[in-house]
């Protein structure tokens, strides 16, 4: 499998607004790297750098996977945990899943799913793509997680 390509970096390694609301950027985000894997099983291992947004494979690694990259449609996707919480990166925006954060996840017509982020009540990322199997649907993953305050919990915990 080829490694994952290079993933946005430079302007938009936040969302400017700390889980507060407030300006700022993300309290105790990661430091360094975190170690994630494809979502639906292709491609290979890469750590992610959560400041700038780059994924670089990695060989396979035994180490704690910190969250899952993929594509929704045209959209590179990664969805991890940090020292700040659950996080998801897309088009070079880092959104706090923490914070004042609603995820819709909906099969519409014609084998077409729609999958929206809306921050303080504003669609932040909206997309539409093929309706896949949930097993293989990053979108549906994000949505059941932060829909059950369990596996929100728990999701990409060591």
Request: aromatic share 8%; no cysteine.
């Amino acid at each position: 499998m080829p490694p994952p390509p290079p993933f946005g970096g430079g302007a938009g390694a936040s969302n400017g607004r700390r889980a507060n609301g407030h300006p700022g950027s993300r309290q105790a985000a990661a430091r360094g790297p975190i170690l994630v894997q494809p979502f639906a099983g292709f491609g290979v291992a890469a750590e992610f750098d959560p400041a700038s947004g780059a994924l670089q494979a990695v060989p396979a690694s035994d180490g704690t996977r910190g969250g899952v990259y993929g594509d929704l449609g045209e959209s590179r996707v990664v969805f991890y945990r940090d020292g700040a919480g659950l996080a998801l990166r897309v088009d070079g925006r880092t959104i706090d899943l923490g914070g004042p954060v609603r995820v819709e996840w909906v099969l519409l017509e014609r084998r077409t799913t729609r999958f929206t982020v809306i921050e303080n009540g504003v669609v932040v990322f909206e997309v539409r793509y093929r309706t896949l199997p949930p097993e293989m649907d990053l979108g549906a993953l994000v949505h059941s997680v932060l829909a059950d305050p369990q596996r929100r919990d728990q999701t990409f915990r060591a």
